[in-house]
């Protein structure tokens, strides 16, 4: 997952910040926010992604965790055992809601989503297991 960490240098150096942390979480909203409305629809996925790589990035030096692709080949975060987090949704959201979904606020949750943790994902459904009488 190299290209992911390339793509997230090459967004901190161009926009001038200095560590993968809390506060360039917050400058990311601020220029989502100042930049969305000019941002053409051709360019929207590759400045998502690139963004998205960032956003990783900083949740990974933060709190921990590493690169992987879901079941679906998607590229996300993965937090523990049950923590998989798909930064670039994030980004994607902001971008179509505003700061009303702010990756900021989302970066700042993360704490309590660490302490409480989804449950793991079943793979199987439970089904009951018939009773067998034997007779007597």
Same mark, same amino acid.
């Given at each position: 997952?190299?290209? /992911?960490?390339? +793509? =997230?240098?090459?967004?901190?150096?161009?926009?001038?910040?200095?560590? *993968?942390?809390? +506060? =360039?979480?917050?400058?990311?909203?601020? *220029? $989502?926010?100042?930049?969305?409305?000019?941002?053409?629809?051709?360019?929207?996925?590759? #400045?998502?992604?690139? /963004?998205?790589?960032?956003?990783?990035?900083?949740? $990974?030096?933060?709190?921990?965790? &590493? &690169?992987?692709?879901?079941?679906?080949?998607?590229? !996300?975060?993965?937090? !523990?055992?049950?923590?998989?987090? @798909?930064? @670039?949704?994030? $980004?994607?959201?902001?971008?179509?809601? !505003?700061?009303?979904?702010?990756?900021?606020? *989302?970066?700042?949750? /993360?704490?309590?989503?660490?302490?409480?943790?989804?449950?793991?994902?079943?793979? &199987?459904?439970?089904?009951? #297991?018939?009773?067998?009488?034997?007779?007597?």
């Amino acid at each position: 997952m190299r290209h /992911l960490q390339e +793509a =997230a240098e090459a967004v901190r150096q161009n926009l001038n910040l200095t560590q *993968f942390d809390e +506060a =360039a979480v917050r400058q990311l909203a601020e *220029f $989502i926010e100042n930049e969305r409305p000019n941002v053409p629809a051709d360019n929207r996925a590759a #400045v998502v992604n690139a /963004l998205g790589c960032f956003l990783g990035e900083c949740i $990974i030096r933060s709190f921990g965790g &590493w &690169w992987r692709t879901d079941t679906r080949g998607t590229a !996300g975060v993965q937090i !523990g055992q049950n923590l998989f987090l @798909h930064p @670039h949704f994030f $980004i994607e959201q902001q971008f179509k809601r !505003g700061i009303a979904e702010s990756v900021a606020e *989302f970066f700042v949750s /993360l704490p309590t989503r660490l302490l409480n943790p989804p449950p793991p994902r079943r793979t &199987w459904i439970p089904v009951p #297991v018939p009773v067998v009488r034997r007779p007597m």
